[in-house]
Structure formats: C-alpha cells, structure tokens
T-cell receptor, first 116, second 113 residues
Framework: AQTVTQSQPEMSVQEAETVTLSCTYD???????LFWYKQPPSRQMILVIR????KQQNATENRFSVNFQKAAKSFSLKISDSQLGDAAMYFC?????????????WGAGTKLIIKP | KAGVTQTPRYLIKTRGQQVTLSCSPI?????VSWYQQTPGQGLQFLFE???????NKGNFPGRFSGRQFSNSRSEMNVSTLELGDSALYLC????????????FGPGTRLTVL
C-alpha cells in the first residue's frame, strides 16, 4: 500500500528562525507528484509547494523550499524566516496512480507552532 | 474570483439517514475533488469529478457517491449514515486535476448521532 509518513506530530520554532518538516513516502512509481499543504486553524487548506518527481531541481516558493531526495523517498519542507502566520497544520501528500486511477495519499500532518 | 464554496457548513444527522453536500468550484475550474478529514483517519481522498464524469476514486464504500453538473458544481451524497461518517468533508477545485494546484473550500462539518 502506498503510504506517506510525517514522523513529527508537532514542531515548534522561534519566530524568524528556520524549521524543517519531514516527509517520507513509499512508492514503486517513477513519475509522480508531491505536495505540501497548509491548514491554518479554522481556515482553508492551501497549497504551499508542489514537486514533480521527474524534475531534479527542488521546488521553491519564497520562504518555502523542499529537499527532494528521490532515491531516499524523502520530501522535506524548509520554512525560512518563520512568521507567526506560518502557524498551521502542514500536510504532505503524494499523487498515486494505478491503472489510470489517481488519488492523493496524505500524511498525518505536522502541527507547526511559532514562538514569538 | 470567488473562492470554493461549500454548503451547508454544518450538518447534524442521525444514523441511517442520508445527506447531500454541495460544492461550487472556482469559475473556470473543471475538476472537483472530495476529501474526508477525521482525527483518527486523517485526510482521505473520496473521488474526483472532471467534466461531469467521475475520473478517480478512493477506497470508500458505495454509500459514498457524487456527481458533477454541467456548470462544474458538484454534490456528494452519503446514504445510510454511520457514526463513523462524522467528519469534515472538504472539496477542492482545480483547472485540470489533482496533480494541479487545488483550491479548497471551508468544508462541511457533518455530525452523525
């Protein structure tokens, strides 16, 4: 079965510092997509960053970047210069497909706390 | 552009009843996906509709069904409700599908008593 593992249920970081959230996944596919989504308290889920597996270059979006290690099946999210507004649940997700039926498999999430 | 809207926001039902949830995607988006979010199971993919056709499906029983209309609005139906169906149901829309950037609605909180 395809799985996505986020081993850190909760992380905390001082405002303005850098934090890394980890994500590993299990797959036998060679081409797939990986995502980090953010769900702030009582607010809507939003996409943080997206990575296509065939692209060697790590995706970046402003203060957010990923460390994509395809061989190790690892997809960590680095948040630089953490801000209070970054406090949220962060979910790692993987697009899995078999026989042309695609679905998103989600990790359990990491709660990120920002200390002022 | 208006965001993804879901109605109703909260719903209370009893076991055995059925329920219909509605999702209006962002204008121009043809893909609508549905997810179930619970504290125990986390986020699980239900299904995706694209141009009125179910294109992808997760591992849920047949009690969970959906449809999409010509204006891309989507409904999700759950029949014969069980206590375990209590969850936040999220819908997301995108231009082309789940590999694309998905925009989520606020969710419908369903409580089954």
């Amino acid at each position: 079965a395809q799985t996505v593992t986020q081993s850190q249920p909760e992380m905390s970081v001082q405002e303005a510092e850098t934090v890394t959230l980890s994500c590993t996944y299990d797959t036998s596919e060679s081409d797939y997509y990986l995502f980090w989504y953010k769900q702030p308290p009582s607010r809507q889920m939003i996409l943080v960053i997206r990575q296509e597996a065939y692209k060697q270059q790590n995706a970046t979006e402003n203060r957010f970047s990923v460390n994509f290690q395809k061989a190790a099946k690892s997809f960590s999210l680095k948040i630089s210069d953490s801000q209070l507004g970054d406090a949220a649940m962060y979910f790692c997700a993987y697009r899995y497909g078999m026989d042309s039926n695609y679905q998103l498999i989600w990790g359990a999430g990491t709660k990120l706390i920002i200390k002022p | 552009k208006a965001g993804v809207t879901q109605t109703p926001r909260y719903l209370i039902k009893t076991r055995g009843q059925q329920v219909t949830l509605s999702c209006s995607p962002i204008s121009g988006h043809r893909s609508v996906s549905w997810y179930q979010q619970t504290p125990g199971q986390g986020l699980q993919f239900l299904f995706e509709y694209f141009s009125e056709t179910q294109r992808n499906k997760g591992n849920f029983p047949g009690r969970f069904s959906g449809r999409q209309f010509s204006n891309s609005r989507s409904e999700m139906n759950v029949s014969t409700l069980e206590l375990g169906d209590s969850a936040l149901y999220l819908c997301a829309s995108s231009l082309v599908g789940i590999a694309d950037t998905q925009y989520f609605g606020p969710g419908t909180r369903l409580t089954v008593l």
